[in-house]
């Protein structure tokens, strides 16, 4: 087997540290990506170009090779006199990055110096390298491995996939190139690289062709194929980062959460496992932790692993809130954005009351401080120092807002202590003179007094009426205790009693105070009763429960009855009960919008209209003049609670229950990255949707990649984006697509080296450009023997392109006609015992040459149509066969191995 796949275990120990489980870390200043460790962002310094060196293929074997033994590579050898090339493909959708040189890690395969070409490729979808962008060669000295580097003038910029090739320029030269493991079936197997020689049979004469499709059934040269590896290349490439930070609200209240909203480009390079270590984890390692993005809030929380992020500051200050963008593959790159933020403290309220312990009926002058406005609750209101009647005890929570709507509570409790009541009752406001006496009945015990005239018990109450003169008294009874009370009865001694009263109005509304008949002087109360629905809290005092009477049109009667020698007297008065009109808020929601199309909020309403109502929201409020049915509903397009604050009809002010909240989320504002003009053979298109997340659609739409192989024509690309309130936004944009031109190339025939130029024609359309080596304008001139590859590109108006390729077999004639004598052949050709010659022409003879122009065998005749001739002797390497006859001279080339 001429080809050699020797394993070398361990081969880059002697410069770079590896290990299974830790980081690459190799020695001198380069480094593999590490992210994993905080404290990487203690002294971050930002970036903006990032330089990196892209050691996929190596990197895959070191990190993810199985062997418990150590990584294994191997040397595959590239032979310039076989037209061999070695190509591995990378990954880059989108522009943004720039090629500055290529690295690859092999050595000579003899001593001396050989040189190397290596070389940036575009690609077809098969992987295949196809144009040539940028080239350079380096020497490559001696036997022993070692990295080689070529450094590009000018920095080549990419927006598609792309490869790596490396072919040696040097005639006989043979490059011992690095590649990783050939063991069958490895995780990391990606069918990236390509192969092309004349030397296999599996390369098609010189087809680039997979390494599975170069080692399959190609025992001779690869036993136990086929196989799946790669040569240790690398692409030396530069991209700048571009990472903005937002954070809001930008100024916040102590407690307030804010969002952490971040991105970065060029995201093509961000995601791709061959340029963010990151993500190469997370693919073939599993990783979870690692993140391209970190947000540090400036105070002592851990990173936030993610470019969005919500974080609650425990202390108020202003903080420069940073994401960091953490990128690279070899050499670690990171760019970072700040916006700063500004917690505001909360105001330091307070709560107190002129007294804090009152007696029940009493009031207390509430104070607020350390604030601007304040809201209190219990229906006290605003202000800062409110007078309160509490009728028990009662917590009273203010609320207070600062200058900078920054908000905090305090609160005062309030404490009620009862009267000692001082009501009494006697049976009747009029005592009819034969009475002998009258006691009342009373809730706690007191001191009663009255004027001259009447004669009282001042511990009991009880009137002696014999001895007491006729007339009309005040008594008034008074308690003691902490909280004392007075009250006070007019009592009428007479013979002739007087039943007559009124009560302050003739129509009540039913949720006001109960209220009692008023006497004039003499008169008394007697019994009290009513027409059917109107109930009285007391029938011996007249006091009228509304809450509890039902709404109508009453006549109250006053009966004192006749007794002991005093006639009776009835008197009535005509009163009218109002229902309160009420109000019952219920509806609102949240709904994605401005507000363009209102949420509901609905009002029940009771009573008797027409209703007078006012609607608020807390910041505005909406009057309602003239309602006449029920429900009403009120339309919101603005976000709040939602309350009737005012209420009534024509007769009473009525009451109000329940609230509706309306919230409305805004719709996200989404847009697409504008979108060129595309040729439908310039593969897949990544195309960005704002903000991130959404989804696309649209014909040749797969993820967020526009496939262009369809039918030339104008496509419409949507992209929906939902929110975490679960609002969504679209936004649509139209791609054309242009046909690329269809270019062929005719066939070149095989030509001398000694020929000199040749004028490059057979490319259509006409107009385009020849490229390849020796190539300047439309004139080929060879330099070396083998065989030249020429390209030929068209570029139409719509600025697509179409290529098309053919090859130039150039001979070293060595001085010999090569012209054609038919129907002579050579096999096999490579040869290195015996060869065939096989002519259907007369009298033919032939000799050897050797490339350097040695005659090797000298003229010989051909006995009959076939010769057999040992070329055992012969020492490796290209040799000449001149045949002559009668009708002309040929030369064919032979190869000895």
């Known amino acids: 087997m001429k080809k050699i796949l020797l394993m070398y275990v361990l081969v880059f120990a002697s410069s770079i540290s590896f290990g299974q489980t830790n980081r690459l870390r190799p020695a001198g200043t380069a480094h593999l990506a590490s992210m994993k460790q905080e404290s990487a962002m203690d002294n971050p310094v930002k970036t903006f170009l990032c330089l990196d060196t892209i050691r996929y293929p190596q990197i895959k074997e070191q990190l993810l090779y199985t062997d418990p033994t150590g990584e294994a590579f191997y040397i595959f050898e590239v032979w310039q006199s076989d037209q061999e090339a070695f190509s591995q493909m990378f990954l880059n959708s989108g522009s943004g990055l720039s090629i500055r040189g290529i690295e690859f890690f092999g050595s000579n395969s003899a001593a001396g ?7 940036i490729y575009s690609v077809d979808a098969q992987n295949n390298p196809v144009t040539q962008l940028a080239t350079g060669t380096v020497p490559v000295v001696g036997t022993t491995p070692n990295y080689y580097r070529v450094n590009f003038a000018t920095p080549l910029a990419v927006s598609a996939n792309y490869a790596v090739v490396i072919e040696v320029v040097t005639g006989n030269g043979i490059l011992d190139l690095f590649v990783n493991d050939i063991t069958p079936a490895q995780p990391y197997d990606e069918n990236l690289s390509r192969f092309k020689s004349i030397y296999y049979p599996n390369s ?21 194929g086929p196989y799946d590896f790669e040569p240790i290349v690398a692409p030396l490439v530069s991209y700048t980062i571009n990472t903005t930070a937002t954070v809001t609200p930008d100024v916040a209240c102590l407690g307030t959460p804010v969002n952490f909203s971040g991105s970065a480009t060029p995201t093509n390079l961000l995601n791709n496992r061959m340029y963010n270590f990151g993500v190469f984890e997370t693919i073939f390692m599993g990783a979870t932790s690692d993140s391209t993005y970190a947000w540090d809030t400036d105070d002592p929380a851990p990173l936030i692993w993610s470019n969005t992020g919500t974080y609650t500051y425990p202390a108020a200050g202003t903080y420069d809130a940073t994401m960091y963008t953490i990128t690279g593959f070899w050499d670690l790159c990171i760019d970072f954005a700040t916006d700063p933020v500004t917690i505001n403290p909360l105001p330091v309220v307070t709560a107190g009351a002129s007294s804090t312990t009152i007696c ?15 809201t209190w609750n219990n229906g006290v209101g605003v202000g800062a120092s409110p007078v309160v009647s509490p009728t028990s005890n009662t917590t ?35 005592i009819c003179t034969s009475t002998p006496t009258s006691t009342p009945t009373v809730q706690n015990t007191g001191t009663f007094s009255t004027t001259a005239g009447l004669i009282i018990n001042p511990t009991t109450g009880v009137i002696d009426v014999t ?8 008594v008034t009874h008074t308690t003691g205790g902490t909280c004392p009370d007075t009250e006070s009865q007019n009592i009428n001694i007479t013979s002739q009693p007087d039943a007559s009263f009124s009560y302050a109005s003739s129509a009540f509304c039913s949720n006001t105070a109960n209220p009692s008949p008023v006497f004039g002087i003499g008169a008394s109360a007697g019994t009290f009763s009513s027409t059917g629905g109107l109930n009285f809290v007391n029938t ?4 009228i429960n509304l809450a509890t009477s039902a709404p109508g049109a009453y006549v109250v009667t006053n009966t004192i009855a006749a007794s002991a020698g005093c006639p009776s007297d009835v008197q009535t008065f005509g009163i009218t009960i109002n229902e309160t009109p009420t109000a019952t808020v219920s509806g609102g929601g949240t709904v994605c919008g401005d507000g363009t199309t209102p949420i509901p909020v609905n009002i029940a309403l009771t009573g008797n209209g027409p209703w007078n109502f006012t609607i608020s929201n807390g910041t505005t409020t909406t009057p309602v003049v003239g309602q006449t049915s029920s429900p009403y509903t009120y339309n919101a397009n603005a976000d709040g609670t939602y309350t009737v604050t005012i209420l009534a009809n024509a007769t009473c002010q009525g009451t109000s229950t329940g609230s509706a909240t ?15 003009n595309i040729c439908d053979n310039e593969g897949l298109t990544t195309i960005n949707g704002i903000p991130s997340g959404g989804s696309f659609t649209g014909t040749g739409m797969a993820g967020n990649q526009f496939d262009p192989a369809q039918t030339p024509g104008v496509y419409t690309i949507t992209y929906t984006y939902t929110d975490n309130n679960g609002c969504f936004g679209v936004a649509s944009e139209n791609i054309n697509v242009n046909a690329a031109p269809s270019v062929t190339l005719a066939a070149f025939a095989a030509m001398c080296l000694q020929d000199g130029s040749l004028n490059l024609s057979g490319g259509t359309p006409a107009g385009g450009e020849y490229t390849g080596n020796g190539v300047t304008g439309s004139v080929f001139t060879p330099t070396a023997a083998g065989t030249e590859t020429i390209t030929y590109t068209y570029t139409d108006l719509n600025e697509c392109s179409g290529t098309a390729s053919q090859t130039i077999e150039v001979n070293d004639c060595a001085g010999l006609d090569e012209s054609a004598l038919a129907a002579i052949t050579v096999s096999p050709n490579p040869a290195s015992d015996v060869i065939v010659i096989t002519t259907e022409a007369e009298d033919v003879s032939y000799s050897v040459v050797s490339e350097e122009g040695k005659m090797v065998v000298a003229p010989t005749a051909i006995q009959g149509s076939v010769e057999i001739i040992s070329v055992a002797h012969l020492a490796d390497g290209m040799y000449f066969i001149h045949f002559t006859a009668p009708a002309g001279e040929s030369v064919q080339k032979l190869i000895i191995k």
């Open 467 to 474: 001895n007491s003169t006729p007339g009309i008294y005040t």
């Open 113 to 119: 110096t050989i040189s190397v070409r290596a070389s």
């Open 360 to 374: 029940a009926g009493s009031t207390t002058t509430l104070n607020a401080g350390g604030a601007t406005n304040y």
């Open 204 to 224: 098609n004469n010189g087809q680039w062709v997979s390494m599975p499709t170069l080692t399959t059934n190609d025992a001779a040269n690869f036993p136990n």
């Open 662 to 676: 309306v919230l409305f989320n805004p719709n996200p504002n989404v847009s697409i990255s504008p979108l060129d």
């Open 540 to 543: 011996n005092t007249g006091e």
């Open 396 to 430: 009273y929570t203010v609320t207070g807002t600062d200058a900078n709507n920054c908000v905090n509570t305090a609160s005062v409790a309030i404490n009620v202590t009862p009267v000692n009541d001082a009501a009494f009752n006697y049976p009747s406001n009029t």
